[in-house]
């Protein structure tokens, strides 16, 4: 193979939720363009990341979780995931081995809806064993590698840490490798092909997702209502709509004295503004819109689904 073909694809990340699949992402190219939170069901939607460089261009896709649970929402969300899946070049699943290498029981019933799709898959496969940093003895993964192989006897398997970084180098050689010969498909530079409306929606979501308790933040969502560019003084106004299902969970999202809002809109504040590299003012509202988990047209209004 000559050293000056380019390689340009795109590659699925898929897994069950929480494997850490937005970590990898981000730390694959080198920016956060994933939100991610310690709760199962955070990416909602499709998210491309970009990584380019003198040999490659990989278009990553991460994608909400597989599971088994039912409703409306968790049905456009696993369309957004399998839908991804069908466009790759190449496909990468993510597990939790640390997980696995605890309570190896749970994998197969975790990883039951890929099983049989990625076992006749002839794209390459990568299956990455995520989260080895939180194994004190490496030999614990040596069982886990096994199964994964009997289930997947033709993928290349990869232990890493999304979050160090350890073990990241060789898996993303071997994924440009695998890609097809082929002409960079986005600018050198652009890191993803979400909208900065979105990805700030997003980093609102983020900061909902880390500041509240159980199940609250599956029924919260974020709109982007409006979005004004001062070009003179060089600063943009977004309003932003948080919706509940229940009036119950407005007062809990606004937290005591507006507490927890409050932080909400800070915190996202500023990293919206390291997206944007200028100045934000950033206006919250909390509105209540009962049972829009379940309303088709509403989460087709938010963009919610495949894309
Ligand atoms: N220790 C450790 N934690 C990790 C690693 N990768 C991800 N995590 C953590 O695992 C949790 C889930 O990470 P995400 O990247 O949001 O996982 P996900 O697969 O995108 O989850 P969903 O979008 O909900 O399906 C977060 O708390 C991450 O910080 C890792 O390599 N090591
Ligand atoms: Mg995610």
Redesign the pocket.
């Known amino acids: 193979m000559s050293e000056s073909v380019f390689r340009c694809g795109w590659v699925a990340l898929m897994?069950p939720?929480?494997?850490?699949?937005?970590?990898?992402l981000n730390t694959c190219i080198g920016q956060k363009v994933?939100i991610?939170?310690?709760?199962?069901?955070?990416?909602r939607n499709q998210i491309t990341g970009i990584l380019s460089d003198a040999q490659a261009q990989v278009i990553f896709m991460?994608t909400?979780?597989i599971h088994q649970l039912r409703g409306k929402m968790n049905r456009v969300m696993l369309q957004s995931a399998w839908q991804a899946m069908e466009g790759a070049d190449a496909l990468g699943v993510?597990l939790d081995a640390d997980l696995y290498a605890r309570r190896p029981e749970f994998l197969a019933k975790d990883i039951a809806p890929l099983t049989a799709p990625i076992a006749a898959e002839t794209r390459p496969v990568f299956v990455i064993a995520?989260?080895v940093?939180?194994l004190g003895d490496k030999s614990k993964l040596l069982p886990l590698l096994e199964a994964l192989h009997g289930f997947w006897p033709r993928a290349e398997i990869f232990p890493v840490?999304?979050?160090?970084g350890e073990g990241v180098p060789p898996l993303l050689a071997a994924i440009k490798k695998a890609l097809p010969e082929g002409e960079a498909q986005f600018p050198e530079d652009m890191l993803s092909t979400l909208p900065m409306r979105f990805m700030a929606a997003e980093i609102i979501r983020e900061k909902l997702f880390l500041s509240l308790r159980q199940e609250l933040p599956y029924s919260t969502a974020v709109d982007i209502e409006a979005w004004d560019e001062d070009f003179e003084r060089g600063h943009v106004t977004i309003h932003a709509v948080i919706y509940v299902g229940r009036s119950s969970h407005k007062a809990m999202v606004i937290g005591h004295a507006g507490r927890n809002l409050k932080e909400v809109g800070q915190t996202a504040r500023r990293e919206i503004m390291e997206l944007l590299d200028r100045k934000v003012h950033l206006e919250l509202w909390v509105k209540v819109k009962e049972n829009w988990i379940e309303d088709a047209s509403f989460l087709h209004a938010l963009g919610l689904g495949a894309q």
Request: glycine share 10%; net charge positive; charged share 15%.
């Open positions: 897994g939720p929480n494997a850490g699949k937005s970590t990898l994933a991610v939170s310690p709760r199962p069901q955070t990416t991460d909400p979780g993510i995520n989260k940093d939180l840490s999304a979050l160090n």
